[in-house]
């Protein structure tokens, strides 16, 4: 399984990068220099929520809300996941 | 690892085109003997107005277009290139500047930080100032690049350095890299020439032995391994060139699949190099983009899979490589809906070959080489 992220830890996009729905594709894409990452919905979901000042305790929080009907624990192991993967891939970063 | 992407597409139907380059101009103060460019750029006068140019980038947004590259010819010789960024931005492009550096000064990357220029991907010729002199044709390129590319990195703009290799330059990759390292690069693209324009008319004089790119393929990897011990996170793109492979590449992703090109007069290209083909491109002063990218004949001549002959038209692999490249199929057999001589299936493969030997004969200097220029251009034009 992915390693657990620190929940207090602050993550936020890689410099220059940009996270953008696209009307025409109907999904969330990445966008950095010369390229672009097409966005399931739940990645889209996870880093809509990242401002920079939020951390992934709070990210939880509020996905939970925006996501009532999924079942406990479900979402916090996603984002865990999900944000150990992208910071792997380069998509985010963390102080 | 999980899969985070979405890759749902409608089936078989003509997809939008994502990716806008805007070649602004063919204008350039530098005269690099492997530039793409067409070789009768010269011929090519009435460039698009600042008017003009929003509105092809008001309809690609609307068709979906999100990556834009502004390239050229040197970008920055137009004097409106911040009223472009400014607006393609308002549009909800993702903005990339593709440029020699030459014209480029920190009043003008801050002027383009404010438009909202997302990304600047300057070139380099080579680590030694002399190489890169003979081959861009200048000898205060190479310090003026350097030097803007540390203000790029210091406005805090992601830095992409793309450095087109050719024989007189790969044997320098260790301190082309190191180069790279030191201007704090986040991304290096070790591109080896391709074939077009004024680098095929160069072709001897450029392509690299197989020994080379061997050592430069070793190099590579060696500093990936090297930057991963230090943490350091810069990403080495090493393009392997053509001629070594014995298969083509997906070019451009499929002829009008993603990508549209829109020339400095308005001629609307299914990719950059295209406008060397026999057959006549839609300009965007006549036509609305939309009509060119899904009606045109030009755009659907080479769409999907019906157009191609054997021994491409039975392959299991055609899918995957859609048999190599039109432009180089044309340049090199005379028919552009030839299987890309590239592939070793091909039965015109062995010209291939023959440009290998031909390059392996050929000992000119890189000062020998012909530059691209407006002079040089005018033989090419036709009257
Ligand atoms: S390759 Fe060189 S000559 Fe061609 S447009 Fe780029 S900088 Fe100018
Ligand atoms: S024959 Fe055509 S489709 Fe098959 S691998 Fe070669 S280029 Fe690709």
Redesign the pocket.
Known sequence: MNPNTDSSRVYYLRRGWRLQWEEAQQRHVLLYPEGMVKLNDSAGAILGQLDGQRDVATLIERLQAQFPEAPDGAIAEDVHAFLADAQQQGWIQHD | MTDHTDTATANGATGAPLWLLAELTYRCPLQCSYCSNPLDFAAVKQELTTAEWIEVLTQARAMGAVQLGFSGGEPLVRQDLETLVAEARRLGFYTNLITSALGLDEARIHALRDAGLDHIQISLQASDPDVAAAVAGSTKAHAKKLAMARAVKEAGYPMVLNVVLHRHNIDQLDTIIALCDDLGADAVELANCQLYGWAHLNRAGLLPSQAQLEAAEATTQRWRQHLAERGRDMRLLFVVPDYYAD??KACMGGWASIFMTVAPDGAVLPCHSARMLPMDFPNARERPLQEIWYASAAFNRYRGDDW?Q????S??????????CRCQAYMLTGDPAA??P?????PDHHLIEAARREAADDSRSAQALTLRNARESQVFCRA
């Open positions: 298969r083509p191609m054997e021994p491409c038209r392959c299991d692999e055609r899918h995957k490589d859609v048999g190599g299987t890309d590239v592939c070793d299936l091909s």
